[in-house]
């Protein structure tokens, strides 16, 4: 299973963006290894991973690029055990770690 987290901040727009409004109570999680607030995102093709990552990367720079230095931190971690993971995290570099890029001390991009 691949799973995205969000930090909490972002996690209501993210899954607006994505057709889930606010974020799902059982795709929450608590953990000490992790953010301790943040949307989890479970994906299972890599048709749907692509749609997640057009409108993950869309809706982080379309609304919120600006918003970002003033907002904190947002986390997005991407567990790549699949092949679906490793395809997730290409797609994504070049949405979202340019936007970490501009932002380091705002928004971490961890793969696992």
């Known amino acids: 299973m691949i799973r995205l987290y969000i930090a909490e901040s972002e996690a209501g727009s993210i899954f607006r963006a994505i057709g889930h409004a606010p974020v799902?109570?059982?795709l929450r999680h608590y953990t000490k290894e992790e953010p301790p607030i943040f949307g989890?995102?479970?994906?299972c093709s890599i048709s749907l991973l692509f749609e997640i990552g057009i409108k993950l990367s869309a809706e982080?720079?379309?609304k919120h690029e600006d918003n970002f230095a003033e907002k904190g931190s947002a986390y997005l971690f991407v567990s790549a055990g699949t092949s679906e993971?490793?395809?997730l995290i290409e797609f994504l570099k070049a949405g979202f770690i340019g936007l970490a890029n501009t932002y380091p001390k705002q928004i971490t991009l961890v793969y696992k």
């Open 24 to 26: 799902p109570e059982h």
């Open 40 to 43: 989890s995102i479970p994906c």
């Open 60 to 62: 982080l720079f379309g």
């Open 85 to 87: 993971g490793r395809h």
